[in-house]
């Protein structure tokens, strides 16, 4: 089957199109990785074990796994999860949603090991916290990004 000259010279630019959209997507790895080793590094020097924050997820889920939740954190154990909205409690099935703050590094830790294609980080200089970040595992695929913001705390 032979193509006409448009028809060709659409497929080339769909092509030019999509490797297009491949460039420069991803973190640098390396510097990223750093930069949550750094943030962590200065979390765990404030030597925090017991706080209380809020935390709403970003995703294409239900309310119950958005929140956003008071989150309480006793001995570096998360003791307590609540909806702020409602002052229920978060039920089990939804509960490991909503980490620590030390589980919130471990997430942004597993991002990277996975090359996840594109992420996104606003810090707490001071305490290290990351306040909001965006986790896009590929961009080729719908729905299967993740974000966390901070809504208020550790305090």
């Known amino acids: 089957m032979t193509r006409s000259a448009p028809h060709r010279f ?7 199109s999509l490797l297009g959209g491949c ?8 510097g990223l990785a750093e930069e949550v080793a750094q943030h962590r590094r200065i ?3 404030r030597g925090q074990s017991t706080y209380l924050f809020e935390l709403e ?6 309310t119950e796994a958005r929140g956003p939740v008071r989150v309480t954190v006793e001995g570096n154990q998360v003791t307590g999860r ?14 490991d949603l909503f980490p620590s703050v030390d589980g919130l590094f471990d997430i942004l830790e597993d991002a990277l090991a996975r090359s996840a294609e594109r992420v996104e980080v606003t810090w707490d200089d001071e305490s290290g916290v990351p306040l909001s970040f965006f986790i896009d595992y590929s961009v080729t695929m719908a ?3 993740l974000g966390y913001s901070v809504l208020s705390g550790p305090s």
């Not at 659409?10 to 030019?16: C, E, N, R, S, Y």
């Not at 460039?23 to 390396?30: C, F, L, Q």
């Not at 997820?57 to 239900?62: A, E, I, L, N, P």
Request: charged residues 20%.
């Open 10 to 16: 659409l497929g080339i630019l769909a092509l030019l």
């Open 23 to 30: 460039a420069d997507v991803g973190p640098e790895v390396g």
């Open 43 to 45: 979390w765990e020097a």
């Open 57 to 62: 997820r970003q995703c294409f889920c239900g």
């Open 82 to 95: 609540i909806y702020s909205d409602t002052g229920t409690a978060v039920p089990e099935p939804f509960a």
């Open 143 to 145: 729905d299967e990004e």
